[in-house]
């Protein structure tokens, strides 16, 4: 029997609590002024290396590094790219539109974005480290306090004592 073929309903509501810190820790963010916004976030349960082995898995958009950690000015490193996307669909996530100036044209997203792209490269962004703030260790760390790792055990441990005993009783009307 695999794990994965178990009910892990009561594993995914535990995930569910385990995003709900992280909103909170998100939500904290906000009310002191950094304003991150909401990220659309999930959890979820994957099987591991072994048939045995299952881990939960955030699921994060791209471009949650950068909120999380910020970065220095472009060198050239990264694909230009890749980071400009990223930028672009946190404009887009977010639903950002440019206004317009001097009785121009509002800018596009795809504008606003590369405006962003343009800055950061220059001048880097701070992120939430600048401030203290990385809302996913955080959330990482009440995880630990929460002893959510042996209640994701206990909760595996009993569902597999259900399924043993289910199987043991199916056996023993077949012995009959």
């Keep these: 029997m695999k794990i994965t073929d178990l009910d892990l309903t009561a594993l995914y509501d535990l995930a569910d609590e385990c995003i709900a810190m992280y909103h909170q820790e998100i939500n ?11 990220m659309n976030s999930t959890a979820t349960w994957v099987q591991g290396d072994s048939e045995n082995e299952i881990k939960m898995q955030f699921i994060l958009p791209d ?4 909120v999380e ?21 946190w404009v887009r996530a977010k639903g950002i539109t440019g206004q317009p100036r001097n009785g121009g044209k509002a800018p596009t997203q795809e504008q606003l974005a590369w405006a962003i792209y343009r800055k950061i490269h220059k001048l880097g962004y701070y992120g939430t480290d600048h401030h203290g703030k990385h809302p996913l260790k955080t959330t990482l ?10 209640r994701a055990a206990d909760i595996i ?4 004592n259900k399924e043993i ?5 199916d056996l023993a009307k077949l012995s009959k």
């Excluded at 441990?157 to 597999?160: P, Q, R, V």
């Design 69 to 89: 950690e910020g970065r220095l000015p472009s060198v050239r490193r990264e694909d230009p790219e890749k980071v400009y996307q990223s930028i672009l669909n």
């Design 157 to 160: 441990a009993k569902t597999l």
């Design 63 to 66: 471009y949650y590094y950068y």
């Design 165 to 169: 005993h289910a199987d043991i009783m």
């Design 141 to 150: 760390q009440r995880m630990d306090s929460a002893n959510m790792k042996q």
């Design 28 to 38: 904290a963010i906000q009310a002191i002024g950094h304003n991150k916004g909401l």
